[in-house]
C-alpha cells in the first residue's frame, strides 16, 4: 500500500512515473514488449496462452495493435472471458 488516497492515485499518474518500489505502466508495457519479441524464438507459429493483468493486456494492444498507451490508460475496462491477438512475424 503507498499509504495514499485511492482515489488520488490514477493509471495517468504513473503512465511515466513509477509507483513506489514498483514501475510506471509505460515500463511495465516495455516488459511485455520484450516478451513479445522473444515469442517467435521460441514458440513460432504456435498458439500460446498468456496470464497477466491489465499491463499485459495493454503491452499487447499497444505493441501488437499500436494502440497508444495514453488511449489505453483512459479507456474504460470492459471484461470478456479472454483476448485473442495474433503475432505476425
Avoid at 485511492?6 to 511495465?28: C, F, K, M, N
Avoid at 494492444?61 to 490508460?73: A, F, K, Q, S
Wanted: glycine share 12%; net charge negative; hydrophobic share 40%.
Amino acid at each position: 500500500m503507498t499509504g495514499g488516497c485511492v482515489s488520488a492515485i490514477t493509471a495517468r499518474d504513473h503512465l511515466d512515473h513509477p509507483y513506489p518500489g514498483g514501475e510506471s505502466w509505460r515500463q511495465a508495457v516495455a516488459r511485455a514488449g520484450r516478451f513479445l519479441a522473444d515469442l517467435p524464438l521460441r514458440w513460432d507459429g504456435r498458439r500460446v496462452a498468456v496470464i497477466g493483468h491489465v499491463a499485459t493486456r495493454w503491452g499487447l494492444d499497444h505493441v501488437i495493435g499500436g494502440v497508444p498507451l495514453e488511449e489505453l490508460i483512459s479507456a474504460e475496462f470492459r471484461w470478456q472471458p479472454g483476448w485473442e491477438y495474433r503475432l505476425d512475424a
